[in-house]
C-alpha cells in the first residue's frame, strides 16, 4: 500500500448486510446500481464506449467485488475515468485506497470534505443516542477517523462540472457531512443524491436488513447539522428529479418519487430530524 495513503485506526469490515447485497441493477443504458453489504455504489458511463466513472467506494473490504462488478460491466482489465464522491463517510470511501492503487485513478470529492480524506479532521463521532433504531445503537463501532489520501484526492471544479460525468452538474448539499455533494443532470432529470436523503430508513435495523423502501432524511447518526440537511433537502427537491439514486436503499422515480420527496420536504422536521441527540440543536 502507498506509504502517503492510510486509513484511520479505527478502519474494520463491519458485519451487517442486507438482503440487496450483492444485487445490481442497470438504472438507465449509462448508469449502473450495485448494492455492497448496506451501501450503494453506481458506474456512470456506457459500457461499449469504457469512459465511465465510479461514484464512492463501497464497505471497507469490498475492493475486490467492486473491481469484480466493473469488470463483469465493462469488460476485463477495465478502469474508471475517476472515483467520484458524495462524501468520505467510511461506508462510502471503505475500498478507496485499494481501487486507486489497482487503477491508478484520481478521485474527487467537495473541497470541504478534503480535510477527512487527507488526515487534517476526523468526522464528528457518530451519535448513538439519537432517536431512530439499533443502527444508531451500533454506530459507535462504525470508523470515524481520518483517511489519508495523500496527492490523489482532489477538489471538484468550482464551476459545478464533474470530471468524465460530462453530462452532469455537482450540487452542494452539506448536513449529512461538510462536504456532501448530489449529482444531477438535467436533460433527463436525474439525481444521484448520496445520504442527502435515502430510501431506507437506514437507523431502523429491520428495514435496513430487509431494504424496505421508504424516502428518509440522511442517516441520523451520522449527521451533524440538520439546519443544513433540511436545507439541502428543500434544494433538491425543488429540481423535481425522475429518479433518485441514493447511498442506502434503492432507486426511486415516477410519481412515488415526486410525492414522496414533496412530502420530505414539506415535514423535514417531523420525518427526517430526530426528536433528541446529541447533534439536535
Known amino acids: 500500500m502507498d506509504s502517503q495513503m492510510n486509513y484511520g485506526s479505527d478502519y474494520k469490515y463491519i458485519p451487517v448486510t442486507s438482503v440487496g447485497s450483492g444485487m445490481g441493477m442497470e438504472v438507465l443504458p449509462d448508469i449502473f446500481h450495485y448494492t455492497i453489504q448496506i451501501v450503494n455504489i453506481f458506474l456512470v458511463g456506457k459500457p461499449d464506449t469504457n469512459d465511465f466513472v465510479l461514484v464512492d467506494a463501497g464497505m471497507p473490504g469490498s475492493a475486490e467485488k467492486i473491481i469484480s462488478v466493473t469488470e463483469e460491466r465493462f469488460g476485463a482489465n477495465s478502469r474508471p475515468k475517476a472515483i467520484i464522491l458524495t462524501h468520505g463517510h467510511f461506508d462510502h470511501v471503505g475500498a478507496i485506497i485499494e481501487l486507486v492503487e489497482h487503477w491508478k485513478v ?3 470529492a467537495h473541497e470541504n470534505e478534503i480535510p477527512y480524506l487527507i488526515g487534517q479532521k476526523s468526522y464528528p463521532e457518530p451519535d ?10 451500533m454506530s459507535p463501532f462504525f470508523p470515524n477517523e481520518a483517511i489519508n489520501l495523500g496527492k490523489n484526492v482532489m477538489p471538484l471544479p468550482t464551476d459545478g462540472s464533474i470530471p468524465s460525468m460530462p453530462e452532469f452538474k ?3 448539499t452539506p448536513g449529512h457531512s461538510p462536504g456532501h455533494v448530489s449529482f444531477f443532470r438535467e436533460s433527463d432529470r436525474v439525481l444521484i443524491a448520496g445520504d442527502a436523503f435515502i430510501t ?3 437507523e431502523n435495523l429491520f428495514k435496513v ?7 428518509s432524511g ?20 425543488s429540481l423535481k428529479p425522475t ?12 410519481e412515488l418519487l415526486t410525492e414522496s420527496l414533496d412530502k420530505l ?17
Open 209 to 215: 436488513l430487509t431494504q424496505d423502501k421508504e424516502i
Open 106 to 108: 484520481p478521485v474527487y
Open 170 to 172: 455537482w450540487i452542494y
Open 218 to 237: 440522511p442517516p441520523r447518526y451520522l449527521t451533524t447539522d440538520w439546519k443544513a440537511a433540511k436545507e439541502s433537502v428543500h434544494k433538491l427537491a
Open 243 to 254: 429518479i433518485a439514486l441514493t447511498g442506502h436503499g434503492s432507486p426511486l422515480s415516477g
Open 265 to 281: 420536504d414539506k415535514n423535514f422536521d417531523k420525518i427526517a430530524k430526530p426528536d433528541y441527540g446529541k447533534y439536535i440543536n
Open 200 to 202: 431506507v430508513k437506514q
Open 128 to 137: 448513538p443516542t439519537v432517536e431512530g433504531g439499533m443502527v444508531a445503537k
